[in-house]
């Protein structure tokens, strides 16, 4: 397509191009499907990459609106993944949210069950009860956003009720539901920005543990980025002992070691994420691994370009080290702040 069709697809938020390209805004350093309702950027701060694996690959992160991630690529060889993402979709509304089973899944698209784990995860890099839980995590974040309460939520997402919701809560959201409801209303978070040789560094966490580590040219857009997953938190720079995690990692980068600071976690994910993110920790400082070789560890030997993505969303980077992780050619690839940042950490990480 040129660029002309593919803005004016984006101009008419038109569903047909979902899964055909995708559109990323230089500016606030996100991607997002063409049918999506955020407000549209300048024509100039837009770039169109074919898929979400190219997107995240150039550093920039997915919308927590159109969640243009879960969106399968058409194409003729994945329409069979096309058509069981179409049933999950679809099953959250037919469904009411409760998951379908891979029986059913097996007789509406007419392939054994088996079958179908098998080339969805080939393709997607996590199952199809997998994929569905990433849908129904996703509806119960939006929902909590948009204002409903946590049951009403729970039982949007079809959870059933609140405590099958509490059940596994740090997993799916890092701080409790009643905390993340509402933008995470209720939650208070601390930050700290400081200079280091990446530039400008926020690092910030809450009671639990750090929720994020990012890395910019100026505060600004530090700050936006933190307001913009956790838009109704108590956010303010140092706020009593909340401080002491970020300060952690701060003096880590002023200082070296060979070891990164061990500190709890607070932090959202799906299940494949989480497991590529526990993976991650175990790369030492100094120490690389390639995307196949993570996927092969987490018994997902197929899943390389899914490992990548999930490396490309991480929140909490330095701790949660997805710069220690290189394509098979052994160069760098998609790093979220960008590949000077991570050619520099490495080479920093390598002589201290």
């Keep these: 397509m040129k660029n002309n069709e593919m803005m004016a697809a984006v101009a008419a938020r038109d569903a047909e191009f979902d899964g055909v390209f995708v559109y990323a805004v230089k500016t606030t350093g996100i991607y997002c499907r063409p049918s999506c309702s955020s407000r549209h950027a300048k024509p100039e701060n837009m770039r169109f990459l074919d898929d979400p694996s190219a997107a995240e690959a150039a550093g920039f992160r997915a919308c927590l609106k159109c969640s243009p991630e879960l969106i399968a690529p058409q194409s003729a060889a994945n329409e069979l993944v096309r058509e069981i993402c179409k049933f999950l979709e679809a099953a959250m509304t037919d469904f009411d949210g409760v998951k379908p089973t891979l029986g059913q899944l097996s007789k509406k698209i007419g392939y054994s069950e088996d079958y179908l784990s098998r080339s969805f995860k080939k393709q997607m890099g996590l199952g199809p009860m997998e994929y569905f839980d990433a849908l129904r995590n996703r509806t119960l974040k939006q929902n909590l956003k948009n204002g409903e309460s946590v049951a ?124 590529v993110w526990q993976e991650l920790l175990k790369i030492a400082p100094g120490e690389t691994k390639t995307y196949k070789q993570v996927a092969t560890q987490i018994g997902r030997e197929e899943s390389s370009r899914a490992v990548g993505r999930a490396c490309a969303t991480n929140p909490v980077s330095l701790i949660v080290p997805c710069h220690r992780v290189l394509g098979s050619d052994g160069k760098l690839h998609g790093y979220r702040w960008g590949l000077d940042r991570k050619a520099a950490l490495m080479a920093w990480e390598g002589g201290a």
Excluded at 184 to 195: H, L, M, P, S, T
Excluded at 206 to 216: I, S
Excluded at 247 to 259: A, D, P, R, S, Y
């Design 152 to 275: 009403e939520a729970a039982f949007g997402a079809g959870f059933g009720s609140s405590s099958r919701l509490y059940e596994g809560a740090k997993q799916r959201l890092g701080m409790s539901p009643a905390s993340y409801a509402k933008g995470g209303k209720g939650a208070q978070i601390a930050y700290v920005i400081v200079d280091c040789f990446l530039g400008r560094m926020l690092a910030a966490g809450t009671e639990q543990g750090v929720c994020a580590v990012y890395f910019a040219d100026d505060d600004q857009t530090l700050i936006d980025d933190l307001n913009e997953e956790f838009p109704k938190a108590e956010i303010g720079r140092e706020i009593g002992e909340l401080s002491y995690w970020a300060q952690k990692i701060t003096n880590f980068l002023e200082h070296g070691g060979k070891v990164t600071p061990d500190i709890p976690l607070d932090m959202y994910g799906t299940a494949f994420q989480r497991l």
